[in-house]
């Protein structure tokens, strides 16, 4: 009964030492492709282009990763609601655009910010606009009862008039239209506008919250987060980080949005 006992502790003990040096970079080599976990429908993010295929911003940057690893690129679709279990069942090694909170730092890891993500006040060229005293007496459209409404509303001096929506693309329509003035929308959003609306020629005022996209992946993965962060320090470096902003966000890109 005792040998049995031991031989029972001893596979316990070989079964964590084995965990203790699982190592997901070793692994995603070994395997030669990295499961990416990204939001499909996130333009200019990710979204599924004329030829189905995936493209954006999020998708050049995990291409960027793994090309530098040698390995394949496997993109996987999840959600807000499953993308942290997918990560932690090991049904992805890393996860795109999750910004950094205290909540999530709890059960995955981040590596370096790659993205900027940001609330911005939108506006014709014409129109001078440069800082939240500039909102006095200005008409602005927002989408009701979000992290945008709520950042205009602390931010606007009270002679400002706020026209508040029910979706996006109300927001969208009567800013465009001229109902209002200007509009405050995260730069997803943003983005569209200012590519699609030659003769308006919005442009970006200021910014009135920045909270960066990161990298998600699991707890401990020294290794993986090294490489991950060695790759983003390169594409800051070589300017594709800013080809990438340029390219899918319509502007540069400022490094100063990629901090916390």
């Given amino acids: 009964m005792k040998l049995k006992t031991a031989l029972t502790m001893l596979g316990v003990v070989s079964l964590l030492a084995t965990a203790a040096k699982a190592d997901d970079l070793a692994d995603v080599k070994t395997a030669g492709q990295i499961n990416v976990g990204i939001f499909s429908d996130f333009p200019p993010f990710s979204s599924a282009s004329s030829d189905m295929s995936l493209k954006g911003y999020d998708i050049d940057v995990a291409q960027a990763i793994a090309t530098a690893l040698g390995v394949k690129l496997n993109l996987l679709s999840v959600t807000g609601q499953n993308r942290i279990a997918y990560l932690n069942d ?3 090694d890393i996860i795109m655009s999750v910004g950094y909170s205290k909540e999530r730092a709890a059960v995955i890891d981040f590596a370096a910010a790659y993205a900027p993500y940001y609330i911005a006040v939108i506006g014709p060229a014409a129109l001078k606009v440069s800082g939240k005293d500039d909102l006095a007496g200005k008409t ?9 409404d709520t950042s205009l509303t602390a931010a606007a001096p009270q002679s400002a008039d706020i026209k508040r929506f029910e979706n996006y693309n109300s927001v969208i329509q009567a800013f465009i239209s001229g109902q209002t003035q200007l509009m405050v929308v995260g730069n997803d959003v943003g983005a569209q506008v200012l590519a699609r609306q030659v003769e308006l020629k919005p442009e970006q005022k200021f910014q009135l919250l920045t909270s960066p996209s990161h990298i998600g992946l699991r707890k401990n993965e020294d290794a993986l987060k090294k490489a991950v962060n060695d790759v983003i320090a390169t594409m800051e470096t070589d300017k594709s980080l ?7 966000l319509k502007t540069p890109l400022n490094p100063a949005d990629l901090k916390d």
Avoid: F, M, P
Avoid at 242 to 248: H, L, Q, R
């Fill in 90 to 92: 090991k049904r992805v």
């Fill in 140 to 148: 602005i459209a927002v989408n009701r009862g979000t992290l945008e």
């Fill in 242 to 248: 800013d080809t990438a902003s340029k390219s899918w």
